[in-house]
């Protein structure tokens, strides 16, 4: 089973932070599951314009093999200005969505404020509803006061979400694959 992790952002390391903790402690438990970060401030993805994806440049063809090719997600995004930001719907706009579906997904972001976290709530999960993939009930928000200077998690709570979603992730994925 491959999990991708996505860092849905150009701008900023502690989205990637959050993604790439949740993924090493999927492996710490799980040392069977094959994790991969897709960071999107590694590539230079085009805009979907609807074109065959054949046509894309060579950082979106992998992009979308890298994503078309996982069981399933871990998504992680910042908060702008009360929503998550273009590239990540970008990923979503350009990668067909049957890629997604009955696959597991589940979220972590980040934010300047403790309200933020409702963007998983109402935008992302509904996002994830259409795709038609199944949704982790747990996900991690955290904030820069979580963050110390050197961008490392210090907030045990944070920490500890992200440990109950590394173990929702694989539980619910090993389920779903166990029925097929």
């Known amino acids: 089973m491959k ?37 999107l401030r590694d590539y230079q993805m085009e805009f979907c314009d609807g074109r065959n994806p054949d046509l894309y440049n060579e950082d979106t063809k992998k992009m979308i093999k890298a994503v078309s090719e996982a069981d399933f997600y871990l998504i992680g995004f910042p908060i702008f ?13 350009i990668v067909h969505p049957a890629a997604f579906r009955h696959k597991v997904m589940g979220f972590v972001a980040n934010g300047g404020t403790y309200q933020h976290y409702l963007v998983v709530e109402n935008q992302m999960k509904p996002i994830a509803g259409y795709l038609r993939s199944f949704v982790a009930p747990s996900y991690v ?16 709570d944070v920490l500890s ?3 109950a979603l590394a173990e ?6 090993k389920g779903l694959s166990n029925k097929s």
Do not use: C, W
């Open 141 to 156: 928000y955290a904030n820069g006061e979580h963050f110390n200077a050197e961008n490392e998690i210090i907030d045990e």
């Open 161 to 163: 979400r992200i440990d």
């Open 3 to 39: 999990l991708l992790g996505i860092s849905g952002t150009i701008l900023g390391a502690k989205t990637a932070i959050l993604v790439d903790a949740v993924l090493k402690k999927v492996k710490e438990k799980y040392p069977e599951i094959e994790i991969d970060l897709l960071d």
């Open 168 to 173: 929702e992730l694989v539980v619910m994925q």
């Open 81 to 93: 200005n009360g929503s998550f930001p273009a590239p990540l719907k970008n990923v979503f706009d």
